[in-house]
């Protein structure tokens, strides 16, 4: 065989190869593209999928639920990133407590006998902006349903503190936490004359326990207190303690604050943390006599928020004045005020209830001169009282002999 020919073989050959690796490789790629058609339709009727994005508003608490609830799912994960949140106790001291998470990436694990794809993902140019990915094989959304549901009860129960109440303050349309749960003041140590807590917390209570009967009667399921009287009688106290002993979280607003706008005003109505009160104190403040720049709030926007067509339900307001004369008629006509009721200097049912409270050994002779005393005095306010038995903590006499210089 000539040179020519084996050449022309050797081409031909070569020709024959190469025309069937094109054509495998077509094959390849046509069968890759069908496969993933054939998966991205599959996983569109075959798949659920739920997203959950850190970064809006209506699904920032889902995702600080799912979040914490995978770690403890995961607790096998190598793969994980650490939180450090730092809190201010009541003391002033700072303590620190580190929370572990998955970190980005792809996990799996099983949930009611289902397995479970998690994605954890962020945005780069934003790093704030995380986001969670839950999909599962099957048609059934519910599963999803008891996911989110189990992962917020966890949640909650992990950041549960008994016998504490959470104060939030708000500002710039949004609540922020002031420190560390505190300890729940009992209500027994606000002393009001006894008919006056019982009207408080009787009507609180059948609120409480009302809430089907508002709705089959087509009223706004809301109640709104106004304490008024002189300073220093216990009405911020009394809100406080009330918060405690119905196990609720307090949230306290300045109506004054340079901050906040007829808007931010309603976005933190509408945004108010799970089973809280929320607190105006000194709403006299905000409207009388204020100078144009240090209040955005009118008048006409606290109404609207109080009572308007978008305002929230669900809620209970306690508002506090020493000057009941200066609010305007329109701010406590019934519907926006529910109950009012005057918190006065003390009776005498009053200061032997504060001195028996702080010294509950003393001779009985000591209380009745000690009440004697006081009545003899116009306008005493418990805090004035108080003050003296700080002062004379562990000696009652002293205090007895010393009053007068408080009061």
């Not at 050959?13 to 069937?20: P, Q, R, S």
């Not at 805090?383 to 002062?391: D, E, G, R, S």
């Amino acid at each position: 065989m000539n040179r020519a020919t084996i050449g022309k073989a050797f081409s031909s050959e070569n020709y024959n190869v190469a025309v069937a690796l094109i054509f495998t490789l077509l094959f390849l790629l046509f069968v890759k593209k069908l496969a993933i058609a054939l998966f991205d339709l599959f996983c569109r009727y075959f798949v659920v999928r739920i997203e959950i994005d850190a970064y809006e508003e209506e699904s920032e608490e889902a995702y600080n639920w799912v979040l914490l609830w995978s770690s403890h799912q995961l607790s096998e994960c190598r793969s994980i990133s650490v939180g450090i949140e730092t809190k201010q106790d009541e003391t002033g001291k700072y303590e620190s407590t580190y929370k572990y998470f998955p970190s980005i990436g792809t996990y799996y694990f099983t949930f009611n006998g289902c397995l479970i794809k998690l994605q954890r993902t962020h945005d780069p140019e934003n790093a704030a902006r995380g986001v969670l990915i839950l999909s599962r094989i099957g048609r059934d959304k519910s599963l999803f349903d008891d996911l989110l549901r189990e992962a917020e009860n966890f949640y909650k129960a992990r950041n549960k503190v008994e016998n504490r109440t959470c104060i939030y303050s708000g500002s710039k349309g949004y609540w922020s936490q002031i420190g560390n749960p505190r300890r729940i003041r009992p209500l027994s140590s606000v002393l009001l004359p006894s008919e006056v807590t019982k009207r408080l917390t009787d009507d609180l209570t059948e609120f409480a326990k009302s809430e089907r009967w508002y709705i089959e009667h087509g009223i706004p399921y809301r109640r709104s207190y106004l304490l008024y009287g002189p300073a220093g009688c216990g009405k911020s106290s009394f809100v406080k303690a009330i918060a405690g002993e119905l196990g609720k979280n307090l949230c306290t607003l300045s109506l004054s604050s340079p901050c906040l706008t007829d808007d931010t005003l309603n976005e933190l109505f509408n945004s108010t943390p799970e089973n809280s009160i929320i607190l105006l104190e000194d709403i006299d403040s905000a409207f009388k006599e204020r100078k144009s720049d240090e209040t955005n709030i009118t008048f006409s926007g606290l109404l609207n928020t109080l009572d308007g067509v978008a305002s929230t339900e669900q809620r209970i307001i306690f508002m506090t004045t020493n000057f009941l004369d200066r609010l305007e008629p329109a701010l406590i006509r019934p519907g926006r005020v529910d109950v009012q009721q005057l918190i006065d200097y003390p009776i005498r049912e009053q200061v032997e209830g504060i001195f028996k409270h702080f010294y509950s050994e003393c001779d009985e002779s000591l209380v009745k001169q000690f009440c004697d005393l006081v009545e003899k005095k116009n306008e005493v306010s418990m805090a004035a009282l108080q003050n003296c038995f700080i002062v004379y903590k562990y000696n009652a006499q002293q205090a007895f002999e010393n009053i007068a210089k408080f009061i």
